[in-house]
């Protein structure tokens, strides 16, 4: 179980698959963990290296005080993927991992070969996330969590899979408000929509038809029309996709990765 200091905070890591195998980095929403990605590992590590980052506040990461940037945790990816002996590596990022993903390609692009931008965006409503961040900080995370849960869940799946909600609910009770806090400040203050044109790793938009979060309209259409070359893969799901449809991200994941090379 790795641990890398970046910026004072302990981050942790883990690594599966044979470690020459090519790269394979996946970073997670706010307010989950490196489970997020469970259901996918075992079969992404049978041609990659996959790594999982938990994000600082978020699962055994350190918690920072204080708000964090985009540029704070694009740089914890990038002392990872130094302390793993990493050139280069595919980064894949569902909603809060995306923007750092996007981050870390304007910001060392030789570290990224390819994108996959999972539920994300460029941009999200500053007004509402100012608000979220300064509720949890008064009142903790009992005061956000349905209204959470009801954006990262599929009406359907949440109706399917009640075991599922309840375990996401109780790891969201269980996080450092401040863990939280912090990561919902970068995504306050992210500024990506004036730059993500200058990208030019391979990049795949996936993008959840039952998304409530961030929606293709407005989202995903932005990344794809604004980032050169990008491709678009729809999903029936909502925004947490490696937990609704971790077969149909999977597939979607590897074709893109194999053509890109």
Known sequence: MPFTPSAGLPIYWDSE??????ALVLLNSIGTDTSLWAGLVARLAESFRVIRID???HGRSGVSAGDATLEDLAGDVAAVLEAAGV???????????GMMAMELALRHPERVSAL?????SA??????WAGRVARVRAEGMADIVEMALSRFFSAPFAEAHPGEVARVRASL????????AAAGAAIRDMDLSGRIAAIRAPTLV???DLDSSTPFPGHGDYLLGTIPGARLVRLSCGHLAPLEVPEALGTAMLAFLRAAG
């Open 55 to 57: 994000t600082r506040g």
């Open 87 to 97: 050139e280069s590596a595919a980064v894949a990022g569902v909603s809060l991992g």
């Open 17 to 22: 698959g044979r470690p020459e195998s090519p």
């Open 173 to 180: 009770l269980a996080m450092d408000p401040d863990g939280y």
């Open 206 to 208: 996936l993008a959840g």
């Open 123 to 128: 941009t999200m409503d500053r007004a509402s």
């Open 116 to 120: 996959l931008l999972v539920c994300t």
